[in-house]
């Protein structure tokens, strides 16, 4: 199964997630994704996700001079962020167990 | 680490993924090159320095692969894709060039060429004819050509205000009424220029018309090309059915240009003048002279008839011989004419009720008797030349 369309609807998800951990930039929320094994996760993608939360008041950002190379953008998790992560995250596990449940039946 | 070539490389790919983007606000732009910018620098330095665009593009897609891909994952809007629109917008310039173009061949030439009238009629006819032309030829050299029109707003606002097509539907009940006339019109128009007058000719003359005019009319509903020739000529034939009406009856069209003021000898405002004498009795062949001795003509003189064996008066001699057109027959008649009995000035003893001219017909030979000059003309006039 291509994890590719199911990472669609869970990107939100998981890059908030992500964040809560520690705050990040760019490449490295895409690297600790890649991490934790999703790794159908596209660049882009990545990108496009943080500034949607971003448009949607639930990340702040603040930028971190570099010594080598340009200087980097990180995202954090603010409040509203963390509530919707909370909700999501409500979603996510009781779909998962409703998911779970019909596939143990068809087992 | 980083090498020109990299930097090179990189640079390149972000400037695509920009101009991809470049329909959403530059803020945004610039905040999704700040986040991108490390990242497609890190890849590249990851990738090593061989091949780097093609490497990049391996491994992060085409830039406008990339940029649909964070596009979709942002929620944006679609893209609208900037040259074609401005394609569009030269399209519509064209377009409505064309349309305001035919407008004024339609409306506004035609109406100045009715208040203007005689010769500039068919100047104003020639610069609608060259109007309309190049009307066409921008509406059909337009991406999209004619049909392309309708998306106008202009034309839009236009089928807004037609709800149902209301228009349209007494359109098509006066149409036929409508090719009735153009035709009408279309005949006299022929007539005049070959300079007939006669009524049976234009009658005869419509017959064909008709049957073209309506068969233009359903053409024109099929081939829209046909509507640059139909709107400005339909206007035209509407103006100068107006015009004629405005100029009376038929026969003077011919010379409603020479009634202005004309050089030369002032023409008075009066037709014909019918003489009498202190007893009543009607004059013939008086000749008038204004106070520097210059003959006085009347707009007879002008007379556009010519009946055959016409005898030519001097044109200050009254009464002037009147001819009329026999639509009948077409020829010229000379005209019975009733002028108003006069009533003579009072002090005169009422020697005999003077009875008019109730001619039936004057007469036209210029030899008639002379009888009285009222006062010595100022020059001797020469009668026959």
Same mark, same amino acid.
């Given at each position: 199964m291509d994890t590719s369309q199911l990472l669609k609807g869970v990107l939100d998800l998981a890059v908030l997630a992500v964040l809560r951990t520690e705050d990040g930039y760019g490449y490295d929320v895409l690297r600790r994704l890649r991490q934790t094994g999703l790794d159908? #996760?596209?660049?882009?993608? #990545?990108?496009?996700?943080? =500034? =949607?939360l971003y448009n949607a008041g639930l990340l702040t950002s603040y930028v971190v001079p570099s010594e080598e190379g340009p200087h980097r953008k990180y995202y954090s998790v603010n409040e509203p962020g963390l509530a919707k992560l909370d909700e999501s995250s409500k979603i996510w596990r009781s779909f998962a167990d409703t998911m779970n449940n019909l596939l143990r039946e068809a087992a | 680490m980083a090498d020109i070539g990299t930097d090179t490389a990189v640079a390149s790919y972000l400037a695509s993924v920009r101009t991809a983007l470049t329909d959403l606000p530059a803020t945004e732009v610039g905040e999704?090159?700040?986040?991108? !910018?490390?990242?497609?620098?890190?890849? +590249?330095?990851?990738? $090593?320095p061989d091949d780097q665009p093609g490497r990049l593009h391996e491994? *992060? !897609?085409?830039?406008?692969?990339?940029?649909?891909?964070l596009r979709a994952a942002a929620g944006y809007p679609p893209r609208v894709d900037a040259p074609p629109a401005a394609a569009a917008t030269r399209q519509h310039t064209q377009l409505r060039l064309a349309l305001w173009l035919l407008a004024a061949a339609t409306v506004p030439m035609p109406l100045f060429a009715m208040l203007a009238g005689g010769e500039e009629f068919v100047l104003w006819g020639v610069l609608a004819t060259l109007t309309a032309g190049l009307s066409l030829y921008l509406a059909v050299r337009a991406p999209g050509g004619i049909a392309a029109m309708a998306e106008l707003s202009?034309?839009? /606002? @236009?089928?807004?205000?037609?709800? $149902?097509?209301v228009v349209a539907e007494y359109g098509r009940l006066f149409q036929p009424g409508w090719w009735l006339v153009r035709a009408g019109v279309a005949a006299t128009v022929i007539v005049l220029l070959v300079d007939g007058r006669s009524?049976?000719?234009?009658? *005869?003359?419509?017959v064909p018309l008709a049957l073209g005019s309506a068969w233009v009319g359903r053409r024109s509903q099929a081939d829209r090309r046909l509507l /640059?020739?139909?709107?400005? *000529?339909?206007?035209?034939?509407?103006?100068?059915?107006?015009?004629? @009406?405005?100029? $009376?009856?038929? !026969?003077?069209?011919g010379y409603a240009g020479y009634n202005g003021p004309s050089s030369g000898p002032p023409t008075p405002q009066f037709g014909n003048v019918y003489p009498y004498d202190s007893n009543g009795k009607p004059l013939t062949g008086v000749y008038l002279y204004d106070e520097n001795g210059r003959p006085i003509t009347s707009e007879y003189s002008l007379s556009y008839c010519t009946p055959p064996g016409r005898v030519l008066v001097p044109a200050n001699q009254y009464p002037q011989p009147e001819y009329e057109h026999d639509y009948g027959t077409g020829e010229c008649v000379v005209r019975s004419v009733v002028p108003v009995p006069p009533t003579l000035p009072s002090a005169q003893s009422a020697t005999s009720v003077p009875s008019g001219p109730s001619a039936t017909s004057v007469p036209t030979s210029p030899d008639a008797s002379t009888t009285a000059l009222?006062?010595?003309?100022?020059? +001797?006039p020469t009668t026959t030349k």
């Amino acid at each position: 199964m291509d994890t590719s369309q199911l990472l669609k609807g869970v990107l939100d998800l998981a890059v908030l997630a992500v964040l809560r951990t520690e705050d990040g930039y760019g490449y490295d929320v895409l690297r600790r994704l890649r991490q934790t094994g999703l790794d159908d #996760v596209g660049d882009a993608s #990545v990108y496009g996700t943080l =500034r =949607r939360l971003y448009n949607a008041g639930l990340l702040t950002s603040y930028v971190v001079p570099s010594e080598e190379g340009p200087h980097r953008k990180y995202y954090s998790v603010n409040e509203p962020g963390l509530a919707k992560l909370d909700e999501s995250s409500k979603i996510w596990r009781s779909f998962a167990d409703t998911m779970n449940n019909l596939l143990r039946e068809a087992a | 680490m980083a090498d020109i070539g990299t930097d090179t490389a990189v640079a390149s790919y972000l400037a695509s993924v920009r101009t991809a983007l470049t329909d959403l606000p530059a803020t945004e732009v610039g905040e999704i090159l700040d986040d991108i !910018g490390p990242h497609v620098a890190e890849v +590249a330095a990851e990738l $090593g320095p061989d091949d780097q665009p093609g490497r990049l593009h391996e491994r *992060l !897609g085409t830039p406008e692969q990339y940029a649909a891909e964070l596009r979709a994952a942002a929620g944006y809007p679609p893209r609208v894709d900037a040259p074609p629109a401005a394609a569009a917008t030269r399209q519509h310039t064209q377009l409505r060039l064309a349309l305001w173009l035919l407008a004024a061949a339609t409306v506004p030439m035609p109406l100045f060429a009715m208040l203007a009238g005689g010769e500039e009629f068919v100047l104003w006819g020639v610069l609608a004819t060259l109007t309309a032309g190049l009307s066409l030829y921008l509406a059909v050299r337009a991406p999209g050509g004619i049909a392309a029109m309708a998306e106008l707003s202009e034309i839009r /606002w @236009l089928r807004d205000r037609n709800p $149902g097509g209301v228009v349209a539907e007494y359109g098509r009940l006066f149409q036929p009424g409508w090719w009735l006339v153009r035709a009408g019109v279309a005949a006299t128009v022929i007539v005049l220029l070959v300079d007939g007058r006669s009524v049976l000719a234009i009658l *005869l003359l419509m017959v064909p018309l008709a049957l073209g005019s309506a068969w233009v009319g359903r053409r024109s509903q099929a081939d829209r090309r046909l509507l /640059w020739v139909v709107l400005p *000529l339909n206007a035209f034939a509407f103006a100068f059915g107006l015009y004629i @009406l405005s100029q $009376g009856a038929i !026969g003077t069209i011919g010379y409603a240009g020479y009634n202005g003021p004309s050089s030369g000898p002032p023409t008075p405002q009066f037709g014909n003048v019918y003489p009498y004498d202190s007893n009543g009795k009607p004059l013939t062949g008086v000749y008038l002279y204004d106070e520097n001795g210059r003959p006085i003509t009347s707009e007879y003189s002008l007379s556009y008839c010519t009946p055959p064996g016409r005898v030519l008066v001097p044109a200050n001699q009254y009464p002037q011989p009147e001819y009329e057109h026999d639509y009948g027959t077409g020829e010229c008649v000379v005209r019975s004419v009733v002028p108003v009995p006069p009533t003579l000035p009072s002090a005169q003893s009422a020697t005999s009720v003077p009875s008019g001219p109730s001619a039936t017909s004057v007469p036209t030979s210029p030899d008639a008797s002379t009888t009285a000059l009222p006062g010595a003309p100022p020059a +001797a006039p020469t009668t026959t030349k």
